[in-house]
Nanobody
């Protein structure tokens, strides 16, 4: 089973940018759709973005659309989430997850088989 490790989180000022990375081991990520989820303290975990196995389909939740971009780099066996124009409400632990769905992608949590440990993103002045 694939293992996932997130990296790239940290403290950033409002309006700043961060790039999160999801690295795979034990398998290539190109056989999975990959989703990004986040959970803020006291709130339910929510789907943020996902990218299909092929990279041909992407999804963004409305609150991040136009600010975040998901992409995959098969040569590096990674999936990235570029986050621009960050807001305090983006503060959360961000998780990546892998789904064997062969086409498209979804941010329903039950779809995903493997999860990373999470990386903290804090947006504050």
């Amino acid at each position: 089973q694939v293992q996932l490790v997130e990296s790239g989180g940290g403290l950033v000022q409002p309006g700043g940018s961060l790039r999160l990375s999801c690295a795979g081991s034990g398998s290539t990520l190109d056989v999975y759709a990959i989703g990004w989820f986040r959970q803020a303290p006291g709130k339910e975990r929510e789907g943020v973005s996902c990218i299909s196995k092929s990279g041909g389909n992407t999804y963004y939740t409305d609150s991040v659309k136009g600010r975040f971009t998901i992409s995959r780099d098969n040569a590096k066996n990674t999936v990235s989430l570029q986050m621009n124009s960050l807001k305090p409400e983006d503060t959360a632990v961000y998780y990546c997850a892998a789904d064997r769905v062969p086409y498209g992608c979804y941010v329903a949590q039950y779809e995903y088989d493997s999860w990373g440990q999470g990386t903290q993103v804090t947006v504050s002045s």
